[in-house]
Each structure stands twice: as C-alpha cells, then as structure tokens.
C-alpha cells in the first residue's frame, strides 16, 4: 500500500515521478505529492488529497523545475487522507524530505521522544517522525546525511520502503527498505526508484532489487552504493526485467478490469507455456521441480493467503487432496500468524499471492520458515518480496494487473495449482493415466474454451443490469465451485459495494435462506457434475422463496432453465476446470453492474492493490 518514486539524473525529474505515481495510482490514491530538488536551491513540495490528477491540477503553473525528486500515492493508515497528512513530509527546518509506504510501529513512543526535544510535527502520521528523527541525529551527532538514516532506521520498528533527499545534499538520494518493496533501476547516469517495477520499465530493465534493511546510496557523480542498517557493504546485483511496457497500457479497453478480464485466455496459454503438453502426457514445473520430491513426501500442506488467493488456496485443497491424496489445510495468513499453528519439519507451506507483497502472507511465510517447514510461492510479480523468500515456486505469468480487482491472477494461480496436483498425483501414483491425460485435455482446452465464454458478455451484461440496483446478493456453489461462489460474491462487493455473501450451496438452509425473497438475486453455479442433483435441490429451495436465480450451467442444460429467471451457460467440461470457467461470468457480472453504477472499477474505494500493511 501507497507507492513511491524517485529519480536521480540529467532530466526534469516532475514528468517522470508524475507518470511514474499514475502507474503506482493502484497502490493508493488517497492522496498524492511530490518534492523536487535542484541544487542550491530549496526543496519544492506539492501535495494533494485525491488523485495524481488532482495533483497535477494543483501543481499547474508552479516551479517544477529539478532533476532530483520523489513521489508519494497514499493509502492513508495513519491520519484522514488529507492535504497536511500526504506525503513528502519535511523535517522542521525544511531541508529533509522523505516519502515512506509501510507502518512505523514504534511512532508514537518515537513521537513523544522528538515532542519533548522541541520537534514540531504538522501531521497525524507516522511517517512524520522518521524525517525528524533524522534531522534530530543530523544535527545532534554532526554525522552525515547517510549516518543520520541509519541511525534513525536502527531505532524504528515496523515496515518501511522510503526515498529521502536535502537540500545540504543536493547531489544524492537516499532510499532504504524492511518489508515494503523498492526496486532501483539503472540508466545511463540516471537512477528511477519505485515500488515496483512499473514506473520504471520504460526507462531501464536493469533493476535492483533492495533487500530488507538495505540502504541505497545513489549519488550523481558516483552512482549506486548499498550498506546494511549495519554498516556493512553490500555488492548491488543487478537483475533484467521480463516486462514489457504495452502490458501496462489499456490497449483500446475502458478499464483495466475488462482488459483484464479479456487477457485471460491468453494469460492461461502463458502459464501452460512449457509447462504442459496434453498430447505428449506430460505436466512439470520448473521452478519447483527440485522441491517436488519432497512435496510429494510431506505429510501435509498448508497453503496461506488473503483475499482472492484464498479462495484459490481452497479450490487447491480440493485438487491437491483429490488428485495427490495429501492433507491440505488452508489458512488467510493474517489468523495463521497470530495463532500459534503447529508447524512441523516436514510440512510444506505453499503462499499464494497476485503480488507477492502481501504483509499478512509475508509474515506467515517467515513465521513457517522460523519453524522449519519448507515454502513455495505461487507469485504473479516477478521478482516480488514472496517469490525471494520462499526456498522455490512458480510465477503464474498473468503478466501485470492493474485493476485492483483480480481477475487473471486469480484463474492462472487456479491453473497453476491444477498442474502442480497432477504432477504430484502423478508422482505419487495416486492418479490413472487415463484420469492424467484427461485433465491434462482438460486444461489444455481452457483458453479456447474461455474464448468462446466470453462471446456471451453481452448477454451477461444484459443480465447484469436487472440487478445493478440490488443491495444484496446471494452467491452458492458445492465442492471446488463453492470457492467461487466466495470469489463471486467479493468480486461484487469490492467494486460495486453491493452486500454479497458467498455459501457451500448446502448451507444456505442453515441462515442465509431467512434473507431470500423477491428481492434478492441468488447466483448459483449448477453445472454438470457429482453435486448436480443436489444443487438443483436448493435451487428449488430458492425458488420455492421467490429468489431471483441466476444460474451458471453446463452448456444445454434444461433442467435448470426451466426454474432460473437467468442461465449463462459455460461450455460442457470435466468438473476439474468448472471453477476456472465458472469465475469468468462472475467477473463479467461484478464489472458490468460497477460500471453501470458508476463506480471506479480500477480502483475502488478504501482499497488498494498491494496490501503491504497487516
Ligand atoms: C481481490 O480482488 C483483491 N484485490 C484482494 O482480495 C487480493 O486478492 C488480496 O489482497 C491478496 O493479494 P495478493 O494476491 O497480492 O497477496
């Protein structure tokens, strides 16, 4: 949450930090700012409540002049998202000026401390307290600029990624992380910092990658140097990205959500590539082949998630308990940490995550690895936090996505997992052949099949306006749809604030049947497979209630038309990929009633992409 920018070099640094903020806008976008530098003169701060376009408005007509600066898109934890609480913040004699994405724990004690020596904060925040915190051992201590940083950063507590510049040292940046991200890229002269690597792309695709409790050190003449909040040297590796910079763009679509939406046939085909050959019966997973042994082994896998990832995670549990015969259990990692689980040797615990920044299944990862299990991340950010902590994983290959609505990561982490429980069913034995290659068939067919799904989005979207004035909504599906009847249901919530509640089907009549009546649309997954009869059953029951029932089926499905208001039909398929098919009209149905209640699909309200903060 929140993102940072920064830049060092020959060129106006304001046009590049702005576009570099708009790409990080799905951070935050409470409020935004920016600090500029040039040297011999003093620090310029903008800073705004509300988008980098009101940023932007504001700034019109002022001084944007400098080659050194830094930005800030806000996700406001502590204080209102207001002008005094955006960031850049400034040290009380104006010549320090830091930007910060993470939560410093110990501000308040700190804060006290800076109070009682005569420090003057302007804002509620936390970030407040490190640039005076710096200022204070500066002026204190008479050490440098860098010396005063890494003293400050030993007394905090808490996750930090910042970037901060000064006037007395016109010439340098100074950026430092503990779990929150900053990637630097390197230019001809030049250096970008940012949260991840979107701002950065079409610039460099030579990046670093700051570890925890690194401190940057970009001077103009110099370059790059890295220490440790330890004082000790640290040689910067340099890595290449994969990324493309088109991927960022909404080619031609309204929002990214729909362009999302619409990538997903080909986001799969990324993540079979290599991976997967029906025809030749085979399925590996390069990244975790050394591991896979030893997964196959393991006496139980616990997989951690939040959000969408979670709901992946439990359509995992059914694929890998069915198909490979080994105990899942599956955690949101927020209640994982915090509750003392038993972690044993030989436990393998798999972190799903769109991002692979995620602070809740960060930790718990940590926590596992304290513990001696071994991790695997299933990450969709190359080169994420996530994907360098844990021992091996697989990257899904959704490429980026920038709705803060998961779309694509979430159906290619759905495949991701399927091939990882056939390969260790297969490993195992625990699989026949004919079941192997039938489901490798299966898969395989998927892009095509979604192709021909998304023919029906104008149908959908025709369904979608009846309902786009409900104010709640029911969402129900048995085994590996039920998961996706959760998916559903958030997917609705998050972007159209509409109330959705997710159910195993069975459990409706065990509470939520009480809200069913004519006005409450009950989307239902009923497609062709073992659960068929007895969801039809409780269709009846909603019926029988006078809900209105939108019901998912298998292609020339008649038995469920006739008691639906509303079918979308997917095409017949083996039970094993319903839930990857089944997710598409959801997502269809949460887009099209967001858009026609004029919400910002790209970026709903109170939320953000990257959940950095616990
Ligand atoms: C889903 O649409 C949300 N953006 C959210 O639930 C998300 O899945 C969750 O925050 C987890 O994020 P991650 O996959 O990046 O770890």
Same mark, same amino acid.
């Given at each position: 949450?929140?993102? =940072? ?20 806008? *799905?951070?935050? *976008? ?17 800073? /705004?409540?509300?988008?980098? =376009? ?21 996700? $406001? ?31 308040? %004690? ?39 940083? /890494? ?9 930090y990624a910042i970037v901060v510049i000064s006037s007395d040292d016109p010439n340098k940046i100074i950026a430092a992380k503990k779990s929150s991200p900053l990637v630097i890229g390197m230019g001809e002269d030049e250096y970008y910092l940012a949260s991840d690597a979107t701002p950065i792309v079409e610039y460099t695709k030579n990046v670093v990658y700051l570890e925890d409790e690194q401190i940057a050190i970009i001077d ?83 997989? =951690? +998630? ?9 359509? +995992? ?19 994982? /940490?915090?509750?003392?689980?038993? %972690? ?28 001696? $299990?071994?991790? =695997? ?17 697989? *990257? ?72 786009k004035d409900a104010r709640n909504a029911l969402y129900l599906g048995r085994g590996t749809s039920f998961p996706i009847a959760l998916e559903g249901a958030l997917k609705l919530k998050e972007i159209s604030y509409i109330h959705a509640e997710g159910y195993p089907a069975a459990e409706m009549k065990h509470g939520p049947i009480a809200l069913i009546d004519e006005n409450m649309p009950v989307f239902v997954i009923a497609t062709?497979?073992?659960? *068929? ?10 019926? $029988? ?38 997710? %598409?009209?959801?997502?269809? %149905? ?17 939320? +953000? ?6």
């Amino acid at each position: 949450m929140c993102g =940072i920018v920064g830049y060092i070099g020959d060129k106006r640094a304001y046009p590049i930090l702005i576009k570099g903020l708009s790409r990080l806008e *799905y951070r935050g *976008y409470d409020s935004a700012g920016v600090a500029l530098l040039e040297p011999g003169e003093d620090i310029k701060v903008y800073k /705004r409540q509300g988008k980098v =376009i009101d940023l932007t408005e504001f700034v019109n007509g002022s001084s944007t002049s400098g080659t050194i600066g830094i930005g800030h898109t806000r996700w $406001a934890t502590h204080g209102l998202p207001n002008d005094v609480n955006a960031h850049p913040h400034s040290s009380g004699d104006g010549k320090i000026t830091l930007v910060h994405n993470g939560i410093i724990e110990n501000y308040a %004690i700190l804060k006290k401390e800076l109070v009682n020596r005569g420090r003057v904060f302007k804002s509620e925040t936390d970030t407040e307290v490190l640039v005076h915190l710096i200022e204070d051992v500066k002026s204190k201590s008479g050490v440098s600029l860098v010396e005063a940083v /890494r003293i400050a950063l030993n007394r905090v507590h808490g996750a930090y990624a910042i970037v901060v510049i000064s006037s007395d040292d016109p010439n340098k940046i100074i950026a430092a992380k503990k779990s929150s991200p900053l990637v630097i890229g390197m230019g001809e002269d030049e250096y970008y910092l940012a949260s991840d690597a979107t701002p950065i792309v079409e610039y460099t695709k030579n990046v670093v990658y700051l570890e925890d409790e690194q401190i940057a050190i970009i001077d103009r003449h110099n370059g790059l140097r890295i220490i440790s909040i330890g004082n000790q040297e640290v040689s910067p590796y340099v890595q290449e990205l994969e990324m493309q910079l088109e991927e960022l763009e909404k080619g031609g679509y309204e929002h990214f959500m729909l362009k999302e939406i619409y990538e997903q046939p080909h986001a799969i085909k990324d993540s079979f590539r290599g991976r997967l050959n029906a025809k030749e019966g085979w399925v590996s997973l390069g990244g975790i082949k050394d591991y896979e042994e030893q997964i196959a082994k393991s006496d139980r896998i616990i997989i =951690i +998630a939040c959000g969408t990832s979670w709901h992946a995670a439990l359509v +995992a549990e059914y694929y890998f308990e069915d198909l490979a015969r080994i105990p899942v259990e599956v955690e949101y990692a927020s209640e994982f /940490r915090y509750r003392n689980p038993i %972690i044993r040797k030989n436990d393998v615990v798999i972190a799903i995550s769109q991002s692979g920044e995620t602070a809740d299944t960060l930790a718990a990862l940590k926590m596992a690895k304290e513990q001696g $299990a071994t991790l =695997i991340g299933i990450v969709n950010v190359v080169g994420s936090t996530i994907s360098r902590v844990t021992d091996a994983g697989s *990257y899904t290959h959704a490429g980026p996505e920038i709705g803060v609505a998961s779309t694509k990561a979430f159906t290619t982490q759905l495949v991701l997992l399927a091939m990882m429980a056939l390969s260790l069913g297969k490993r195992r034995g625990t699989i026949t052949d004919e079941k192997f290659s039938l489901l490798l068939n299966e898969l395989e067919a998927l892009p095509m099949k979604i192709e021909k799904l998304l023919e029906s989005d104008s149908y959908i979207k025709g369904v979608s306006a009846i309902y786009k004035d409900a104010r709640n909504a029911l969402y129900l599906g048995r085994g590996t749809s039920f998961p996706i009847a959760l998916e559903g249901a958030l997917k609705l919530k998050e972007i159209s604030y509409i109330h959705a509640e997710g159910y195993p089907a069975a459990e409706m009549k065990h509470g939520p049947i009480a809200l069913i009546d004519e006005n409450m649309p009950v989307f239902v997954i009923a497609t062709q497979g073992e659960n *068929y009869v007895k969801v039809v059953s409780n269709i009846q029951e909603v019926k $029988a209630r006078k809900g209105k029932l939108i019901a998912i089926v298998t292609k020339g499905d008649t038995t469920v038309r006739e008691m639906a208001d509303h079918v979308i039909e997917i095409p017949m398929s083996h039970e094993f990929v319903v839930p990857i098919l089944a997710t %598409i009209p959801f997502q269809l %149905i949460s887009y099209h009633i967001a858009v026609m209640r004029n919400c910002n699909v790209d970026q709903p309200r109170n939320l +953000a992409k990257s959940v950095t903060v616990e």
